[in-house]
């Protein structure tokens, strides 16, 4: 395994204006196989690093918001109009940036994926971890030490 985890991690968008900074690991890793993360991001699903919102900072460049400008607030690159990150409602302590914006985004692959009732009958995310819908909040906390440990061991 890589040094993947050297803080600060750092993310950036595909032209190179929108860069961020996260101080922590992810609390865990996730592939989204809901409609709208399939739309979102014209794949099978998204890739997401959750990480905690205190631990998060847009180094450079100014994110907009995108998608559906409902309760999901999704950022995105002002210039080249990239997903980044995403800050769900109700969810204000973390921040969802997607992996494949993190350097070293190989060493991040999904360990949970979620809305597997929607997913496309083909698509394999390699996840540990699947729920129909997402992890009851109550399971959070759990899931988190879950991963932490899954990491620590070199992913089984």
């Known amino acids: 395994m890589s040094?993947?985890?050297?803080?600060?991690?750092?993310a950036v968008c595909r032209c190179g204006k929108l860069r961020l900074s996260m101080t922590a690991?992810?609390?865990?890793?996730?592939?989204?196989?809901?409609?709208?993360?399939?739309?979102?991001?014209?794949?099978?699903?998204?890739l997401t690093a959750i990480f905690p919102?205190?631990?998060f900072a847009v180094t450079a460049g100014e994110?907009?918001?995108?998608g559906m400008h409902g309760e999901l607030r999704h950022y995105f690159c002002d210039h080249c109009l990239?997903?980044?990150y995403t800050q769900p409602e109700g969810f204000d302590g973390i921040i969802n940036v997607r992996t494949t914006l993190l350097e070293n985004a190989?060493?991040?692959?999904?360990?949970?994926?979620?809305?597997?009732?929607?997913?496309?009958?083909?698509?394999?995310?390699?996840?540990?971890?699947?729920?129909?819908?997402?992890?009851?909040?109550?399971?959070l906390d759990a899931l988190f030490r879950e991963y932490a440990a899954w990491r620590e061991h070199g992913r089984a």
Do not use: N
């Open 82 to 84: 990239s997903w980044a």
């Open 63 to 66: 994110p907009v918001i995108g």
């Open 25 to 46: 690991q992810p609390l865990v890793t996730c592939a989204c196989h809901c409609a709208g993360c399939q739309k979102m991001s014209a794949s099978a699903f998204s």
């Open 3 to 10: 040094d993947a985890f050297t803080l600060p991690l750092k």
């Open 106 to 139: 190989e060493d991040f692959p999904p360990f949970m994926e979620t809305c597997t009732s929607e997913k496309l009958s083909w698509a394999t995310s390699g996840a540990v971890r699947s729920y129909d819908k997402f992890p009851r909040p109550d399971d």
């Open 53 to 55: 919102a205190e631990c």
